[in-house]
């Protein structure tokens, strides 16, 4: 079965940093497309970054800038560097994987960012 675990989530101070892993087993990164969602508390769930299998990636403009998606194909890992952090970044982050080969899409169980002095 595929699953998608995250890790890395924590409390941090606003201009700190973070990093999220998202570990994956039963789904090849380099062959989907990994994404990196969020949610705050009263607010939906939105698009943060993607990347596809070819390498390509796209970001919201709230964390252009400062976020960035890469892939480790030897780890089959998809990490999100978070620089620059602000109050307004704090949600559940969430992990999600859309196979090329079945198009079904698999999520994690979301880490928890909090931006707060």
């Known amino acids: 079965q595929v699953q998608l675990v995250e890790s890395g989530g924590g409390l941090v101070q606003p201009g700190e940093s973070l990093r999220l892993s998202c570990a994956a087993s039963?789904?090849?990164?380099?062959?989907?497309?990994a994404s990196w969602y969020r949610q705050a508390p009263g607010k939906e769930r939105e698009l943060v970054a993607t990347?596809?299998?070819?390498?390509?990636?796209n970001y919201v403009d709230s964390v252009k800038g400062r976020f960035t998606i890469s892939r480790d194909n030897v780890a089959n890992s998809v990490s999100l560097q978070m620089n620059a952090m602000k109050p307004e970044d704090t949600a559940v982050y969430y992990c999600?994987?859309?196979?090329?080969?079945?198009?079904?899409?698999?999520w994690g169980k979301g880490t928890l960012v909090t931006v707060s002095s």
């Open positions: 990347i596809t299998g070819g390498g390509s990636t």
């Open positions: 039963g789904i090849i990164f380099r062959l989907a497309t």
């Open positions: 999600n994987a859309q196979s090329g080969i079945s198009a079904l899409n698999y």
